[in-house]
DNA sequence: CTGAAAGCGCTAACAG
DNA sequence: CTGTTAGCGCTTTCAG
């Protein structure tokens, strides 16, 4: 059905092997043959099968792909750069999703070493304390790491304790003292306690006093009560807060609104991760943005490097990648006026354009 | 440095057929030999290789899977559906995209026709007119679409149509006349078109004039003028937009605020698709929802039937599979005050919440 | 410059 | 129940 060198061979009137070298050196046969090989190629629309290939032990230009959900267009937004380069490359990506499971991320890594890739790109919950990763090195298959905070793994991330520092000393040059940070299922995750970090001592260095990470259920439809209390009772309530990602800020602020809470008026909200879908809000979500599509694309150009052995050549030193952050003002944030510090959340309806400017 | 079931052999005294023998068919062979291998496999970690075995002409396990997009989260939807299922039963995918261009469609199938997945699923721009699958066909390579709108190919989708009809219905039945369907680059697109004509018939049969789509430039920041004054200008603006599909819809609302139209107030919008994330909006987008990810598990599940043979197990008779959809109120459609037919944009402040509750 | 042949890891007859 | 062997599609010595 579908045609073999063999095909190819016979068709040409040649061997197998002179077919091979036309196609993998054409400079060594001679360029009458070659022709006729080409033309035969041609008429049976032969390509070349990788299976072959890659059982001699070729290289099987497979790149495994490992990722938490793709629910989470960060993820989504950091496969779209690893896939242009790499198809752009005559990479093939093999995907795998794990939900943040432990089980479903060593499972993953197995099947795709059992497939041969030859490398892997992958996000895991935790990587300083994941054995598999050891197994990796010790395997020698080549890996890095997106978004995981590590310095002790190849890995490609933003400095995830600076920007929240730098995304929480923002709040607070907004004249906001009692900020919450929120954290989703993902409380046990590197990056979030990275975050956790930043956003510590830039509450310290304002003489602030941090609080510990707040967990919110990432799928409730409403925040629970005991959050909600948290976050709106009695005068200590927060003023601001700080999702540790962007789809959870997300997921609040509906729980906000619906508990008829304002924002930014009775609250500024502040995410990581800059999702495009941000900008589209409504008000747009102020946001800690990381180069997802960027750090997609270096992990591939670093992965790349060293699976072809070029990775002097990139002239890196250190095992972590740290691309720059930004951050992105929006309108879910509002400078504090004293005068409100302490007053409940008040009722009427209000615009959210009212606010929009105050955020320079 | 892997070990092969040579490896096994030797180190369990056995040959290897009778190691393949028992991981594929451990009853016949000596429970007590059985044993002895099986030790030997963990002993040194052995895991086959999936790569003798495709060669072999085996099972290769592989389903590629082509989407437009991973911006969009619809597809993310139905690739999370697909991977659920598909990673359950020991399936691996091999996921390339295509951004909409011919070139790349042609590309992708191409190279995973060569890595010798079992079959292919697959979203296209227009699936009637697409000489690649009739390739497919020709060469017995399964594939199942997805959201492409077509009787003539194995399809998963909803009915884009009577979709489009419905939704639209509503937005009569709310007191709207002058409605208007946006359509992105997608306007060539066989959803798009259906989903068109599902306006025109729901337009028409309300005595209303339907008007052809207009375009709009997906990735514009702004609404371009042209487009603007379409929306705005005259006594004869539309009082509700249809929008071909959420992301559109989130990029039309963004470029409506910028230009201090308040939604729903001076502009109801109705989107399409469902996206999870169109319920965290504020107003909540209104939408005719598809379920993608139940799309991706019923083409998953169609083309495994296919690919196993066992298809017409599944009892289906037609080659397009179409499943319902449903429409999401939300609060981006307000019913319409006769008096303010004619009015132009008032521009005072208003909160969404004044209109939430219109939605019945 | 071209062909014959070995072998990558595995499965499936076919013998024993 | 177990071993021998051929061969999947391809690349790569090694001869010619």
Redesign the pocket.
């Known amino acids: 059905m579908?045609p073999?060198?063999?095909d190819v061979a016979a068709h040409a009137g040649?061997?197998?092997?002179?077919v091979?070298?036309a196609?993998?050196a054409p400079h060594?046969?001679?360029p009458?043959?070659?022709d006729k090989v080409r033309q035969s190629i041609d008429a049976l629309n032969f390509r070349?099968?990788p299976?072959?290939?890659q059982?001699?032990?070729?290289r099987t230009r497979l790149i495994g792909v490992v990722l938490p959900t793709l629910a989470n267009p960060v993820f989504a937004e950091c496969l779209q750069g690893i896939d242009e380069l790499a198809s752009a490359q005559g990479y093939r990506l093999m995907l795998m999703t794990t939900q943040y499971d432990a089980d479903r991320e060593r499972h993953a890594i197995e099947t795709l070493r059992e497939q041969r890739v030859e490398g892997l790109i992958l996000t895991v919950a935790d990587a300083d304390t994941h054995p598999l990763l050891d197994d990796l090195d010790r395997a020698g298959l080549l890996y890095v790491l997106m978004h995981n905070d590590t310095v002790r793994r190849p890995s490609v991330s933003v400095d995830n304790r600076l920007a929240a520092y730098d995304g929480v000393r923002q709040l607070i040059a907004h004249g906001h003292r009692r900020i919450l940070m929120l954290a989703g299922t993902l409380a046990a995750s590197d990056r979030a306690r990275q975050r956790h970090l930043g956003y510590t001592q830039a509450m310290q260095q304002a003489g602030l006093t941090p609080a510990p990470a707040l967990e919110v259920d990432f799928n409730a439809a409403e925040l629970s009560p005991s959050v909600l209390a948290h976050l709106t009772s009695g005068p200590n309530r927060p003023t601001a807060l700080f999702c540790s990602n962007d789809l959870l800020a997300m997921v609040v602020m509906r729980g906000l609104r619906r508990a008829r809470l304002q924002i930014p008026h009775d609250m500024s909200i502040l995410g990581f991760d800059g999702l495009a879908m941000g900008e589209l809000l409504s008000p747009p979500l102020a946001s800690i943005c990381a180069p997802n599509r960027e750090i997609g694309c270096a992990a591939w150009r670093r992965l790349l490097a060293r699976v072809t052995g070029n990775y002097e050549a990139l002239g890196e030193t250190s095992l972590a990648l740290t691309l720059p952050h930004s951050l992105r003002e929006g309108a879910t944030i509002a400078a504090i006026s004293n005068r409100d510090e302490t007053s409940t959340p008040p009722k009427e309806a209000n615009s959210e354009n009212t606010y929009a400017r105050n955020v320079a």
Request: aromatic share 4%; hydrophobic share 40%.
């Open positions: 579908i073999t060198i063999k040649f061997s197998i092997a002179t091979s070298r196609i993998n060594t046969v001679n009458v043959t070659l070349p099968s299976l072959g290939r059982l001699r032990g070729e």
